[in-house]
């Protein structure tokens, strides 16, 4: 095990269509193929002691009358009923967060995700989020409205804006910026966390995110000691 782990690890899960079409595999089982290797690094966090692990399952640039979300979209229903009830999720106390404008999406996603917040609300020893309709453009404009809004009611002195009233306006204002950020497919940022990101270790991977797996995910943790 590499002897000095990050406290928060940002994942990038890309590529699921597109592998999906190569291996001629529908993506409904590509999609489900997805989220359990998403819980298989749940598992470790937990093992490993990660105090907190982000996965950005599903921007909102995704279009959505595309197969890929619908598929996604149910999939992501399904993962959520399943880890409300999960031995995983309770016995280590894994707090589940969801960062972005998931409440605009469908039902059917809507209330399992609010089952799995309210169910794990109370827990603090681990911290799982998952970006859903996220973009990091939006979460900066998000928290630069709230700002505007608490300067217009006289609560913040425009003089007083620093960079932690930005980030205490943020989706991810409860949690510390990501030590490492992983991304999968091309070697691009793909907006996760870029407030937060400033300062973080990257590694790159080209594996598609249904071909990751432990020993990438251990690779990444083993450079991020240099």
């Known amino acids: 095990m590499p002897e000095k782990l990050p406290k928060h690890i940002a994942i990038t899960m890309n590529g699921i269509e597109f592998w999906a079409r190569k291996n001629n595999i529908s993506l409904e089982e590509a999609n489900r193929k997805s989220l359990n290797i998403a819980r298989n690094i749940i598992k470790i966090q937990a093992s490993l002691k990660i105090p907190i692990v982000t996965f950005y399952l599903l921007p909102s640039s ?3 009358d595309s197969d890929q979300y619908m598929q996604l979209i149910n999939a992501t229903a399904e993962f959520f009923s399943s880890i409300a009830n999960s031995e995983l999720i309770h016995q280590n106390k894994i ?3 969801v960062l ?3 409440y605009e999406l469908p039902d059917r996603i809507v209330e399992p995700i609010k089952q799995v917040i309210e169910s794990t609300k109370d827990y603090d020893f681990f911290f799982t989020n998952f970006c859903i309709n996220y973009s990091g453009h939006d979460e900066i404009v998000d928290a630069c ?3 505007a809004r608490q300067v ?3 609560k913040i002195d425009p003089n007083s804006i620093s960079r932690e009233t930005i980030k205490e306006n943020l989706y991810s204002s409860y949690f510390i910026p990501p030590d490492l950020i992983i991304k999968n497919g ?11 990101s400033v300062n973080s270790r990257l590694y790159f991977t080209k594996r598609l995110w249904p071909d990751f797996n432990n020993t990438v995910f251990m690779d990444a943790l083993n450079r991020f000691q240099g």
């Open 152 to 154: 217009k009611a006289g």
């Open 100 to 102: 972005g404008k998931w």
């Open 62 to 64: 995704v279009r959505k």
């Open 186 to 196: 091309k070697a691009t940022i793909s907006g996760l966390l870029l407030w937060d």
């Open 95 to 97: 707090k589940v967060s």
């Open 145 to 147: 409205r709230l700002i």
